[in-house]
């Protein structure tokens, strides 16, 4: 450490900032004379603060996983040793998997949705690599930072330019549809840049905090919205929900009312019918009657007189 200060990373105090890693830390963000933190200030405390909360759920995420793998494996596979698994314990592991009703219900259940949405599931290509390891490999090769549909296309295609399945096929056409119809926009205001397009394609983020076939690099693109902003939009999508369900009632009770209307409508019709051909009969009935009153007149002129008995 020499030329750094007195004693070792103390040192760090004279030579750049004081109070050690902690001292290093202050002169990384707030910048000071000499050490990593000469001249203004390199990187500002908030985005320290944010990387660092990002860095850590993503460790604790691939940790999740790793450990929930691992302990698959002891059910699962007879050949795992597992020595981090005493065989008492391991047992009784064993034991619970296959006697808890509840346990095995919802196993069951979750290979049932596995294997329905089999179809939707959008794998990638790029096997253990994370989507931040590829833009970082992608963005030496450009010289630049990928766009978000640049790194969805990379994760997402394989050599022969063939989509992993369907649904990712599904989504990239649907974004060239967009850019296109953007490209043909006039208004250069309106227009907007890919990675706007693509957000709005695969939806923003979800509740889990994730991007549809972005991973872990969905940070580098966009801000992940705040709990106030998330049940805003969890309470827009509920009230949307509603009204949908309101919507298709409505639908529902209008064709049942307009059902009813046609077979009145067809009632009376048939009602007015038979009152015409109950009109017809009648006047025929007049008519005859007319006929029948003029013959017994006229039949009545020609009657013989009666005797005079006198």
Same mark, same amino acid.
């Given at each position: 450490?020499?030329?750094?200060?007195?004693?070792?990373?103390?040192?760090?105090?004279?030579?750049?900032?004081?109070?050690?890693?902690?001292?290093?830390?202050?002169?990384?963000?707030?910048?000071?004379?000499?050490?990593?933190?000469?001249?203004?200030?390199?990187?500002?405390?908030?985005?320290?603060?944010?990387?660092?909360?990002?860095?850590?759920?993503?460790?604790?995420?691939?940790?999740?996983?790793?450990?929930?793998?691992?302990?698959?494996?002891?059910?699962?596979?007879?050949?795992?040793?597992?020595?981090?698994?005493?065989?008492?314990?391991?047992?009784?592991?064993?034991?619970?998997?296959?006697?808890?009703?509840?346990?095995?219900?919802?196993?069951?259940?979750?290979?049932?949705?596995?294997?329905?949405?089999?179809?939707?599931?959008?794998?990638?290509?790029?096997?253990?690599?994370?989507?931040?390891?590829?833009?970082?490999?992608?963005?030496?090769?450009?010289?630049?930072?990928?766009?978000?549909?640049?790194?969805?296309?990379?994760?997402?295609?394989?050599?022969?330019?063939?989509?992993?399945?369907?649904?990712?096929?599904?989504?990239?056409?649907?974004?060239?549809?967009?850019?296109?119809?953007?490209?043909?926009?006039?208004?250069?205001?309106?227009?907007?840049?890919?990675?706007?397009?693509?957000?709005?394609?695969?939806?923003?983020?979800?509740?889990?905090?994730?991007?549809?076939?972005?991973?872990?690099?969905?940070?580098?693109?966009?801000?992940?919205?705040?709990?106030?902003?998330?049940?805003?939009?969890?309470?827009?999508?509920?009230?949307?929900?509603?009204?949908?369900?309101?919507?298709?009632?409505?639908?529902?009770?209008?064709?049942?009312?307009?059902?009813? %209307?046609?077979? +009145?409508?067809?009632? !009376?019709?048939? /009602?007015? $019918?038979? #009152?015409? @051909? =109950? &009109?017809?009969? %009648?006047?025929? +009935?007049?008519?005859? !009657?007319?006929? /029948?009153? $003029?013959? #017994?007149? @006229? =039949? &009545?002129?020609?009657?013989?007189?009666?005797?005079?008995?006198?």
């Amino acid at each position: 450490m020499a030329g750094a200060g007195d004693g070792g990373w103390v040192g760090w105090g004279k030579g750049g900032c004081t109070g050690g890693f902690s001292g290093l830390s202050k002169g990384v963000v707030q910048g000071c004379p000499g050490g990593f933190g000469a001249g203004a200030g390199v990187v500002h405390r908030s985005t320290l603060s944010t990387t660092a909360s990002l860095v850590k759920k993503e460790w604790l995420s691939k940790c999740a996983r790793r450990l929930s793998g691992i302990a698959s494996k002891v059910f699962t596979d007879p050949s795992y040793k597992g020595t981090w698994c005493a065989p008492a314990l391991r047992a009784h592991m064993k034991k619970i998997r296959q006697e808890d009703e509840d346990l095995k219900r919802r196993s069951s259940q979750c290979s049932k949705n596995r294997l329905q949405n089999e179809s939707q599931r959008v794998h990638h290509r790029q096997g253990s690599i994370s989507a931040e390891e590829v833009k970082i490999n992608m963005e030496k090769e450009l010289a630049r930072l990928p766009t978000a549909p640049e790194l969805y296309y990379d994760g997402h295609v394989d050599n022969d330019g063939q989509f992993v399945n369907p649904k990712a096929k599904q989504v990239w056409d649907e974004f060239q549809k967009k850019k296109a119809a953007n490209l043909e926009c006039e208004d250069e205001t309106q227009k907007k840049s890919e990675d706007e397009l693509f957000f709005e394609v695969v939806g923003g983020w979800n509740e889990k905090g994730r991007i549809f076939g972005l991973g872990a690099a969905a940070h580098s693109y966009y801000d992940r919205p705040t709990c106030e902003e998330n049940n805003g939009k969890k309470s827009r999508r509920e009230y949307i929900k509603s009204l949908e369900t309101q919507v298709v009632e409505l639908t529902a009770k209008n064709d049942d009312q307009q059902k009813e %209307l046609d077979q +009145t409508k067809q009632e !009376l019709d048939q /009602t007015k $019918q038979e #009152l015409g @051909e =109950t &009109k017809h009969g %009648l006047v025929d +009935t007049q008519t005859n !009657l007319v006929r /029948t009153q $003029q013959v #017994l007149i @006229e =039949t &009545k002129k020609h009657w013989p007189k009666p005797p005079n008995l006198s």
